[in-house]
Structures are given as structure tokens and as C-alpha cells.
């Protein structure tokens, strides 16, 4: 049995910060990147940042830099997304995925995905 679940979306007021997690379990992540993406409203899926099984970090817009930190916890089989700043075009649903080894932007690489969490950045 196999289940990606992301928790910790919210309503946040601008500049403040959440830290979403996915936990994987079903499988081992010691051998799988891990990404979030997210999807706003009338908007495509984007690749937010990923971290490969190796420990790389790849931030995929400039938007999100110095914003967003990716890890990883293999032990807890879970990948979380600190988020600080948060800004309102931050809102979105947030979606996390894997794939073996490396990372991709590219959300067709992905082999599972969870369910994906509301992030909500308004005042």
C-alpha cells in the first residue's frame, strides 16, 4: 500500500511562514527525489523545489528563493517545505511527488503524488 500525505496548509497573513510536510509510507524514500509543486487558480502546475535522494536542492522559480528551504527526514520517510514570507501569490494547493533518484521540473516525471494541501497567504 502506498500513500503520499502533505499536512500543514493553512491561512497564513503575508510574510508570515508554515511548514508543510509529506509523509510517504508504503515505500522506502531513501532511494527517490522528492519535490513539491504547487497550483494556483487558473494557473498551471509549478515545480517549487526539489531535493533529490542524494540531499541536491534544486528551487525552481527565482520567486521562491531565500523564501523556501526543502529537507528531508528518511527516517520519518516525510519531506517538508518551510515557507517564510509568504506573499499572496505564495497561495496555492501545494503537492508533493516523487521519483527515482533525481529531480525534475517537469511534473511528468513524477511517479506518486499526494493529495495536496491549501495554502492560503491573505490578510
Known amino acids: 500500500q502506498l500513500q503520499l500525505v502533505e499536512s500543514g496548509g493553512e491561512l497564513v497573513q503575508p510574510g508570515g511562514s508554515l511548514r508543510l510536510s509529506c509523509a510517504a509510507s508504503?515505500?522506502?524514500?531513501?532511494?527517490?527525489?522528492m519535490a513539491w509543486f504547487r497550483q494556483a487558480p487558473g494557473k498551471e502546475r509549478e515545480g517549487v523545489s526539489c531535493?533529490?535522494?542524494?540531499?541536491?536542492?534544486?528551487n525552481y522559480p527565482d520567486s521562491v528563493k531565500g523564501r523556501f528551504t526543502i529537507s528531508r527526514d528518511n527516517a520519518k520517510n516525510t519531506v517538508y517545505l518551510q515557507m517564510n514570507s509568504l506573499k499572496p501569490e505564495d497561495t496555492a494547493v501545494y503537492y508533493c511527488?516523487?521519483?527515482?533518484?533525481?529531480?525534475?521540473?517537469?511534473?511528468?516525471?513524477?511517479?506518486?503524488w499526494g493529495q495536496g494541501t491549501q495554502v492560503t497567504v491573505s490578510s
Open positions: 531535493i533529490s535522494a542524494r540531499g541536491a536542492v534544486t
Open positions: 511527488g516523487v521519483r527515482y533518484l533525481i529531480c525534475s521540473n517537469a511534473d511528468i516525471d513524477y511517479d506518486y
Open positions: 508504503g515505500f522506502s524514500l531513501d532511494f527517490y527525489a
